[in-house]
């Protein structure tokens, strides 16, 4: 991807469900994230009960969903929002696990922690499973939400969706990320 066309096409695919454009972001852009949180993650608290894998994997599946809130026009611009993603994901992990300590509660390791640890192989079957979360996550919004994403997935601003179907680009845009959020709650995912 080192045209700027050639990266626009590409993400369209991606938006568009393109199961072969998903697989290729997850094994290009997976190293960069794993890399950053390796590089990030020091404190022997927090490496005792997550790894690289457990961060990239929520920040992937968090992307797939959001891949319309989002605005990228080179491949650099995809590699800064998917590593601030990755650091708020950890920092936010960091906070529950220690605020857990000073409240005096034990963070055990046990069978249930050991079970969350995933593979840290980029197999067909992830790719398949976040495109399985995209699918479902589209089906908990409505024709208008799913409007909106369809308009950002082809690239349209907010003020040419606002013009389009009416209403003001950041009443469409705060719809938008509203939807989303309540979505992702319901499937259990960290935003």
């Keep these: 991807m080192h045209g ?28 960069i994230i794993r890399r950053e949180i390796r590089f990030r993650m020091i404190d022997s608290r927090l490496t005792r009960i997550y790894d690289s894998v457990d961060f990239s994997q929520a920040v992937m599946a968090s992307f797939f969903l959001r891949s319309a809130d989002f605005e990228f026009k080179e491949p650099q611009d995809l590699v800064r929002l998917l590593i601030t993603m990755a650091r708020n994901k950890m ?25 969350q640890v995933a593979d840290d192989r980029d197999t067909p079957s992830k790719v398949v499973g976040m495109l399985e979360l995209v699918a479902e996550a589209k089906k ?20 040419d969706i606002a013009n389009e179907i009416g209403g003001t680009p950041q009443g469409r845009r ?13 499937l259990g995912i960290e935003s």
């Design 91 to 115: 920092a936010t992990s960091a906070r529950k696990l220690f605020s857990q300590k000073r409240e005096g509660h034990r963070q055990e390791v046990g069978d249930a922690m050991l079970e």
């Design 140 to 159: 908990r919004l409505s024709p208008e939400e799913r409007l909106l994403v369809e308009f950002r997935n082809q690239g349209k601003s907010w003020e």
């Design 174 to 186: 705060m719809q938008l990320a509203r939807a989303l959020e309540r979505v992702t709650e319901s």
């Design 4 to 31: 700027e066309e050639e990266f626009r096409s590409f993400v369209e695919r991606f938006r568009a469900g393109d199961a072969s454009a998903a697989e290729e972001l997850v094994r290009h852009y997976e190293p």
